[in-house]
């Protein structure tokens, strides 16, 4: 609608290493975000805690500093990966701003958390994002996200085409 | 963008009386339908099935025919008035095609099913829908859908001004 162009919009969009959220980005980019609109473009990657086994002697951590300091790297390349794959997605977008944000913690908490800190217009994500166990663990993010952020939730599923292989 | 506005993109949204339905045709008019495009607009609205009490002592009906016949009359009244208001809000659209339906059913499957048939390219839905009571005997129907429908689900809440009512 013509004075939707004009209207300043924030859509903060949750990424991750997944299918899913690539697909979801890129929904978001062909349906609600306006070439030449205003909008603001929020992209979101959230890194998952580090977990830190302690010994079963108690006496120590199970890993020593060099694993978890190459873990922590690990984390953070998938992070720059993730980014840079969506950055990348956006570049033909002329007048939208795109800012970056890479935090750590439950991919649930800090999603919700955002999108009232940035005071997001709208959230987009893919439904399931962080794995069949991590799902069965954690319960689905986007299902948590959509009942607990105030703004209205766009989930996108996986493309037909590739559905079959989940 | 500018190939969106020419794509033509079928949008299924389900209303019902609620507020938040009413939000969510909002929202999703000046978020996501393009006035000018070639999107077909999508209107559902699903009578709930009606409940037929058998007496305690077996021999008929707890209701008289006159009274589900009253019963039933509400129910048609209120899905007339529902898509009423619901084209009403879309009558500044100038290509989009507006199309109506109601169907009767739990709405979950109803949806779901529709979403499917019509080979919808987005769903669009109210956060709650069917009240406190209703929701937690059948579960969240945008819960379910978001789960069940393979097209990317919108799910709207009510605005922050009403939602200290709930």
């Known amino acids: ?9 924030r859509i903060l969009v949750a990424v991750d290493e997944g299918e899913e959220s ?6 978001c980019l062909k349906n609600v975000i306006s070439e030449n609109s205003k909008d603001t473009l929020s992209l979101l990657y ?3 805690v580090r977990v830190v086994y302690p010994a079963p002697d108690g006496t120590g951590y199970l890993f020593s500093s060099d694993i978890l300091a190459a873990m922590d790297k690990y984390g953070t390349d998938v992070a720059d990966r993730v980014m840079e794959k969506a950055k990348r997605m956006c570049k ?10 890479v935090e750590q913690g439950d991919p649930r908490d800090v999603i919700c958390q955002m999108a ?18 991590k ?13 607990n952020v105030k703004c209205p939730v766009l989930i996108v ?4 085409s590739t559905a079959a292989n989940i």
Chains 1, 2 share one sequence.
């Open 1 to 9: 609608m013509a004075d939707v162009v004009e209207k300043e919009r």
């Open 22 to 27: 690539t697909h979801a980005l890129s929904w």
């Open 135 to 147: 799902r069965a663990l954690l319960g689905s993010v986007s299902n948590h996200c959509a009942q």
């Open 46 to 48: 959230v890194k998952p």
């Open 157 to 160: 599923k996986k493309p037909k």
């Open 116 to 133: 009232e800190e940035e005071g997001a217009d709208a959230l987009v994500m893919g439904s399931h994002g962080h794995g069949l166990i």
């Open 92 to 101: 033909d977008l002329n007048d939208v701003k795109v800012e970056t944000r």
